[in-house]
């Protein structure tokens, strides 16, 4: 028999809680069976990893069927209650935060729309810690608050939350991270860690997790705004680049002659098919009409409506087509806006991408995101989650993150 030392003992169990910890949190409950034939571990070892999670609060056992066995088990199931976290979309107008519970479970949803001007990172971050308090309130008794995700529509250095450039929001080397932990602690005395992330590269992460491309190993997620996203999946990995800045599809030039991009290019992606570009195309003006107005104008078959969705059709398809050549994905999954348009310009849509390489289009699905409360929120919420997925009885003891009951 070999014997392992104890801190290599300790490691050995802490990557065992985390993974089935993380099993259960995106896939549901599980029967021990399950989770045996899952990681390969014995039922002993389960029954022990299963036990500590349950002394931990995060999972319990409940009788219930798995659609593997007919007879009902007790099916290993995450408490959504045991451990939340707070998740925060920041967008050009608007602000979206949620209380997520373990296992994706939305126990509360609240926006409240800001103006697009002189919207900087003070106003950010009072904002922010605003949410928190009313999102915090929804707390169930006796749950631990585990973590903060933020997603920015925007270049972040990965390491430090630094903004390096948020084109729409009008921000360029934003320092986010540090004051809204310092605003966090001055308000909640010991908050949980701060995560923030690209808007794409969390609905990237969500959509492939838990999402429209759940179980595809390769996938790109495309997410529209007013600026245009993308987070790349290859190999069940987010693709980071050198810097964490990989991803940028929305600036991927499809006409040097075209209009200028708020990033200083010329005929970027997003500058065909971002929400205002969108709304102009068919001739209308992004201040005064909604997308949802066109939309209707092209299910009565109005002409500038059906025309201008045709073009804008037409370069989605082609920045698509371009993606599939270079990353030869299984499904592409459009967010935001581009999720509201599919069904009016899936016909042009495709005529581009049957354009790109016979080999890399075969079997690629074009879907829109199916996550509810949006992608880039859960993405978000995922972001949170992290540092309990990784040591779940480590976080958990940690008594500085519990919420009174
Ligand atoms: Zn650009």
């Known amino acids: ?59 319990e056992e409940r009788a219930g069927t798995t659609n593997t066995v007919g007879r009902p088990s007790l099916l290993v199931t995450p408490v959504a209650t045991s451990a939340v976290v707070l998740s925060f979309e920041l ?22 729309p800001h103006m697009r001007a002189g919207f900087g990172v003070r106003i950010a971050v009072e904002q922010i810690v605003a949410m928190s308090i009313s999102l915090l309130e929804h707390v169930p008794d006796g749950s631990a608050w585990v973590g903060t995700g933020i997603s920015i529509p925007g ?100 006409d040097p002659d075209g209009p200028e991009c708020r990033c200083g290019s010329f005929g970027c992606w997003e500058m065909f098919i971002g929400l205002d570009s969108v709304i102009r195309a068919t001739g209308n003006d992004p201040e005064s ?42 499904a592409v999954v459009l967010g935001g806006h581009l999720r509201e348009l599919l069904p009016y310009v899936e016909h042009p849509v495709m005529e581009m991408i049957a354009r790109a390489l016979p080999a890399s289009r075969a079997g690629v699905r074009i879907v829109p995101a199916s996550i509810e409360i949006g992608s880039s929120l859960m993405g978000a919420a995922e972001a949170g989650f992290e540092e309990l997925l990784a040591d779940p009885i480590g976080v958990m003891s940690s008594s500085s993150v519990l919420i009174a009951s």
Do not use: C
């Not at 935060?97 to 939305?106: A, F, K, M, P, Q």
């Not at 009565?300 to 398809?317: D, Y």
């Open 289 to 330: 009409v909604e997308l949802e107005e066109i939309l209707r104008h092209a299910q009565q078959q109005q002409a500038s409506a059906l025309s201008g969705l045709n073009s804008v059709g037409r370069s989605i398809g082609i920045g698509i087509a371009n993606l599939v050549n270079i990353f030869n994905p299984e």
């Open 91 to 112: 967008r050009v107008e608007r602000l979206i935060g949620s209380l997520i519970g373990l296992g994706g479970e939305v126990l509360k949803r609240i926006e409240h």
């Open 155 to 254: 270049s972040i250095e990965t390491e430090t939350g630094r903004i390096r450039l948020a084109p729409n929001l009008g921000w360029e080397n934003a320092s986010l991270g540090e004051p809204l932990m310092q605003a966090m602690s001055e308000q909640f005395g010991d908050p949980p860690l701060v995560t923030i992330r690209n808007d794409s590269d969390l609905g990237a992460m969500s959509e492939h997790l838990r999402g429209a491309a759940a179980g595809a190993a390769n996938m790109i997620y495309i997410s529209g705004e007013i600026g245009v996203g993308g987070g790349v999946v290859v190999d069940n990995r987010l693709l980071d680049g050198v810097g964490g800045f990989a991803g940028e599809v929305g600036h991927m030039v499809i």
């Open 1 to 59: 028999m070999v014997t392992l030392p104890a801190d290599k003992h300790d490691q050995v169990r802490r990557n065992n809680l985390s993974r089935i910890l993380r099993h259960l949190h995106a896939n549901g409950p599980a029967s021990r069976s399950d989770l045996v034939g899952l990681t390969g571990l014995n039922r002993s070892t389960i029954g022990a990893i299963v036990a500590e999670l349950a002394d931990a609060g995060l999972v």
